[in-house]
């Protein structure tokens, strides 16, 4: 995909438009399948395509309203991120927001099935020992790191959404 929209566009170094960050269209019967693979093997990019946009991607892509709306477009570095995750209260407090902004109902973490997002510890993230927005498979959870590609594994859950 190329484009205006396409949420695996490269930043070209000035911040875009917030919505050009959302496909122009909803992937209509997107299979959770297909998103990950997606995924796997998009670039991981500060402000386009992170820990958290990620998930909030997957929760529009099903319908719902854009959980990372009022910093979509907003950074496009690991220092940015940290300043909205500060300035909104630690990634708990983020998620949570984003979360019900999007209208996602927070579950218990063992209740979580695939398809539904959460935040947790998994693996070597983009920041070691903080939690990451993660995407429960069918019996893993799913993260994406810095290096690019999906971590699919256990995952120690702070909170979990349903999508």
Partial sequence: MTGRGDID???SGAI???RAMLPAA??????????????????????LNDCLLWTANWAWANGYRDAAAPFRGRYATMAGARRIV?????????????????GLAEIDPADARAGDIGLGLIGDTAWP??????????????????????????????SAWRV
């Fill in 86 to 102: 500060r300035c909104g209260g630690g990634m708990l407090a983020v998620a949570r927001a984003g979360a019900a902004r999007a």
């Fill in 26 to 47: 909803r992937p209509v019967g997107l299979t959770l399948g297909e998103y990950l693979r997606r995924q796997a093997c998009c670039r991981f990019t500060w402000g």
């Fill in 129 to 158: 020992g903080e939690p990451a927005g993660l995407i429960r498979t069918e019996a893993f959870w799913a993260g994406l790191p810095a290096v690019g590609g999906l971590l699919i594994g256990e995952a120690a859950l702070v």
């Fill in 16 to 18: 875009v438009s917030p």
């Fill in 9 to 11: 566009a490269p930043l």
